[in-house]
C-alpha cells in the first residue's frame, strides 16, 4: 500500500521557473525524504527532514513539513532541463522501512 | 565498493522458471532494503535485512518470493514459479543502519516474464 501520494501527478514548466510537489501521507511518522529517479532505474537521496523540523534547504531544494496536516512540499528554484525527472516523497510510518508515493513526474522544458 | 550494484541488469524468464537476483549493498551499511516497482508507480516495499535478519517482510506479496543474507552484506532475491506479474524493476538500497533514512540504490534488475 502506499503511505504518501504527491501532487500533482506530472508538472511541464519552463526552464528557469520554480517547480512545487506535494506530498501527503496517512500516518505519523519520524522522517520524510525525497527522492529522485531519473529514467525509471536507481533513485537519488535528495533531502530528510525530520518531524520535529519544519524547513530544510539544500542548494536549490527546500522542503518543508506540516505534521498537522500530514503534508510535505518540494520546491525546485530556478528549474534546470536536467531537473527533468520522476520525485517521489518517503515516510517512515513510525517504522523502519520507507514507503514510497506515487510520484510527481516533472518536465523541464528548455 | 563505492555504490549499490546489482545483477543482472536485465533478466527475461519464462513463466514458471526460478530466478534469483543479486545485491551488494556499500560495504559497511548493515540495513539492506528491497523495493519492486512498476511502470509509473513508486517502489513498493518487499523487505529490509537489519544484518543477516529479515527484519520486515511484510511486503513480500506471497510465498513464492523469499530473500536471505547469509553473512550480512550481499543479499539474494529468490523468486519461484514466476508469473507474468512479477514482472518489475527489483530495486535494492542499503544504508548505515536501519532508520538511518538517506537510502542508497542500485539501478535495478529489470525483471521481465514471458
Known amino acids: 500500500s502506499q503511505q504518501g501520494e504527491e501532487d500533482p501527478q506530472a508538472l511541464s514548466i519552463q526552464e528557469g521557473e520554480n517547480a512545487t510537489m506535494n506530498c501527503s501521507y496517512k500516518?505519523?511518522?519520524?522522517?520524510l525524504q525525497w527522492y529522485r529517479q531519473n529514467s525509471g532505474r536507481g533513485l537519488v537521496h535528495l533531502i530528510l527532514?525530520?518531524?520535529?523540523?519544519r524547513e530544510k534547504h539544500s542548494g536549490r531544494l527546500r522542503v518543508t513539513l506540516d505534521t498537522s496536516k500530514k503534508s510535505s512540499s518540494l520546491l525546485i528554484t530556478a528549474s534546470r532541463a536536467a531537473d527533468t525527472a520522476s520525485y517521489f516523497c518517503?515516510?517512515?510510518?513510525?517504522?523502519?522501512?520507507?514507503?514510497f508515493g506515487t510520484g510527481t513526474r516533472l518536465k523541464v522544458l528548455a | 565498493g563505492a555504490g549499490v550494484s546489482q545483477t543482472p541488469s536485465n533478466k527475461v524468464t519464462e513463466k514458471g522458471k526460478y530466478v534469483e537476483l543479486r545485491c551488494d549493498p556499500i560495504?559497511?551499511?548493515?540495513?539492506l532494503y528491497w523495493y519492486r516497482q512498476s511502470l509509473g508507480q513508486g517502489p513498493e516495499f518487499l523487505i529490509y535485512?537489519?544484518?543477516?535478519?529479515?527484519?520486515?517482510d511484510s511486503g513480500l506479496p506471497n510465498d513464492r518470493f523469499f530473500a536471505v543474507r547469509p553473512e550480512g552484506s550481499v543479499s539474494t532475491l529468490k523468486i519461484q514459479r514466476t508469473e507474468r506479474g512479477d514482472s518489475a524493476v527489483y530495486l535494492c538500497?542499503?544504508?548505515?543502519?536501519?532508520?538511518?533514512?538517506?537510502?542508497?540504490f542500485g539501478s535495478g534488475t529489470r525483471l521481465t516474464v514471458v
Open positions: 500516518t505519523s511518522i519520524n522522517n
Open positions: 560495504s559497511g551499511h548493515t540495513a
Open positions: 535485512f537489519q544484518g543477516t535478519g529479515a527484519a520486515d
Open positions: 527532514i525530520r518531524s520535529n523540523e
Open positions: 538500497a542499503s544504508s548505515l543502519m536501519e532508520g538511518a533514512g538517506g537510502y542508497t
Open positions: 518517503a515516510t517512515d510510518a513510525g517504522t523502519y522501512k520507507y514507503i
